[in-house]
């Protein structure tokens, strides 16, 4: 028997989701994190949790990311996608995906849950200067729509655990579904 090589191409389907998690401390408690950590392996998904020591960090985590030009998935330190979520920004052929979660009451898509394929969109789209972790989400967008790239969106949302966000927008907005208390 003849063995030849078909493809050397990585499918999506056969691959791991290159999965990154960003986080650092929130209130002095591991809580949150234990939970997304916990959410994420339950999923069979292997992480990588890279510690944001500084303001600048973030913007420079996303600058190796982008720089490595392999598709990469963001899941910040209190999101929680629901099982498959992932996998489906994965294998969704579009290079720029994300889903929307609850940003003090409303549903937005940031870069909380998010996927880029950065061999798919062009050079960096954050500006020659370190950004702050507050201003990169919106730089990355604006860039990206300036080349004519549209987010895609995935639906149901995910899950926030952001209490503060629940407190001062004074609605239970942390999960997008509600389910009845008795
Ligand atoms: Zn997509």
Redesign the pocket.
């Known amino acids: 028997m003849e063995l030849c090589v078909v493809s050397t191409k990585i499918h999506y389907e056969d691959s791991q989701p290159n999965v990154v998690v960003p986080y650092a401390d929130v209130n002095g408690t591991t809580a949150i994190l234990d939970a997304v950590k916990l959410n994420l392996a339950n999923q069979g998904l292997k992480p990588r949790l890279i510690r944001m020591e500084r303001d600048f960090s973030y913007d420079q985590l996303f600058r190796r990311l982008w720089d490595a030009r392999q598709p990469f998935i963001l899941v910040e330190h209190d999101i929680i996608p629901f099982p498959g979520a992932l996998r ?2 994965w294998m ?3 290079p ?3 889903f929307p979660y609850y940003v003090f009451g409303e549903l937005r898509s940031y870069l909380g849950c998010t ?1 880029f394929d950065p061999s798919r969109l062009g050079e960096c789209p954050l500006p020659d200067d370190l950004m702050p972790w507050q201003t990169i989400d919106k730089l990355i967008e604006k860039s990206l729509m300036k080349r004519t790239f549209g987010g ?3 639906s149901p949302p995910v899950t926030h655990l952001n209490f503060f966000h629940s407190r001062a927008s004074g609605r239970e907005n942390v999960h997008p579904v509600f389910w009845s208390t008795e």
């Open positions: 489906e920004l969704c052929p579009e720029w995906c994300g996927k895609h969106l995935h």
